[in-house]
């Protein structure tokens, strides 16, 4: 379990791209899995992406190729490189530790703060 803070939100054009980081406070090599969440006020926070300890990467069907979960063991930092993006990706992203495979909240260990983006049409 570590703390978790995000960064590289921001407000982008439709078809434009971001880049968001997780900077753990502990090595999150031997985590079983990180993942991204989001969440759009009043809606169900949803599973963006994940990746397990092995490399093996698990994607939301809404991501259709357009976003690439990544992790550096070195500087204990999980990205999120979004293209393409729509205005339905509007919505608050968190980092999370994962306590299994599956992409799902039920499976959160530990929680990011957030970071907001906002895609303009």
């Known amino acids: 379990q570590v703390q978790l803070v995000e960064s590289g939100g921001g407000s982008v054009q439709s078809g434009g791209s971001l880049t968001l980081s997780c900077v753990a406070s502990g090595n999150i090599a031997s985590a079983v899995a990180m993942a991204w969440f989001r969440q759009v006020s009043g809606k169900e926070r949803e599973g963006v992406a994940l990746?397990?300890?092995?490399?093996?990467?698990t994607y939301a069907t809404f991501v259709r190729g357009r976003f690439t979960i990544s992790r550096d063991n070195a500087k204990n930092t999980l990205n999120l490189q979004m293209a393409s993006l729509k205005p339905e990706d509007t919505a608050m992203y968190y980092c999370?530790?994962?306590?299994?495979?599956?992409?799902?909240?039920?499976?959160?260990?530990?929680w990011g703060q957030g970071t907001q983006v906002t895609v303009a049409p």
């Open positions: 999370a530790q994962m306590r299994n495979r599956q992409l799902t909240p039920r499976s959160v260990v530990s």
């Open positions: 990746i397990a300890s092995d490399g093996i990467k």
